[in-house]
């Protein structure tokens, strides 16, 4: 697995990037980290009991937001561009209980019609099994766009 590189992760953007998901700096955020497998891109978070709906159980907003995020890092990695969601529809198959420790998330570009890339993501629980999954659509913008707007700083800037 090859680890992906946050490009905003730069001391000058200190109270300037906030993502809730991806920024290492959002106190209040997932604060996650990517890694690429083939065509696979791999999120992992450990939830802790602050991130509950049930008593025990990872809330479901915190799992549309693992299977979302995957989606928007797919979208710079792979199609090597900046994207927004236009579309999810998230599958709750199984309870995904904090006790069990770290989730994986995987996300996997399955089509690009035009503007709209599909994307499929799943999460798995600390034992591996499937939890949840979404089928993601994401409005794709051109590179330009992307970079002008998006502040996405170009594919070579998630590698080192
Ligand atoms: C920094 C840290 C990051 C950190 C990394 C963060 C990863 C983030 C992952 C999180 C993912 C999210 O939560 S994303 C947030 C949730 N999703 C959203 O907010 C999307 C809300 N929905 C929308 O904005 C809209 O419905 C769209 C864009 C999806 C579709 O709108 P639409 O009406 O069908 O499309 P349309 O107007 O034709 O195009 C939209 C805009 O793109 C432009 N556009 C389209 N094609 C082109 C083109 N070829 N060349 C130039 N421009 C174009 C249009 O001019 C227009 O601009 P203009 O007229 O607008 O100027």
Redesign the pocket.
Same mark, same amino acid.
Do not use: K, L
């Given at each position: 697995m090859k680890k992906i590189r =946050?490009p905003?992760k730069e001391p000058k =953007?200190i109270g300037e %990037?906030n993502?809730f /998901?991806?920024?290492p700096y959002n106190s209040s955020g997932l604060q996650l980290e990517f890694w690429e497998n083939h065509d696979e891109l791999i999120t992992k978070w450990n939830p802790e009991r602050s991130y509950e709906g049930w008593i025990g159980v990872l809330h479901g907003g915190i799992q549309a937001?693992l299977l979302?995020?995957i $989606? $928007?890092?797919l979208?710079?990695v792979k199609l090597k561009t /900046? $994207?927004?969601?236009?579309n999810m529809q998230v599958s709750y198959l199984k309870p995904v209980k904090v006790s069990k420790g770290e989730v994986t998330v995987k996300g996997k570009l399955e089509s690009v019609e035009g +503007?709209i890339a599909k994307i499929s993501a799943s999460l798995y629980d600390g034992d591996g099994e499937e939890c949840a999954k979404a089928e993601l659509s %994401?409005?794709v913008?051109?590179e330009?766009?992307a970079k002008a +707007? %998006?502040? %996405?700083p170009g594919i070579d800037a998630f590698y080192d």
């Open positions: =946050n905003w =953007n %990037y993502c /998901a991806c920024s937001t979302d995020e $989606g $928007g890092w979208v710079m /900046a $994207g927004v969601t236009s +503007r %994401y409005f913008f051109p330009n766009i +707007r %998006y502040q %996405y």
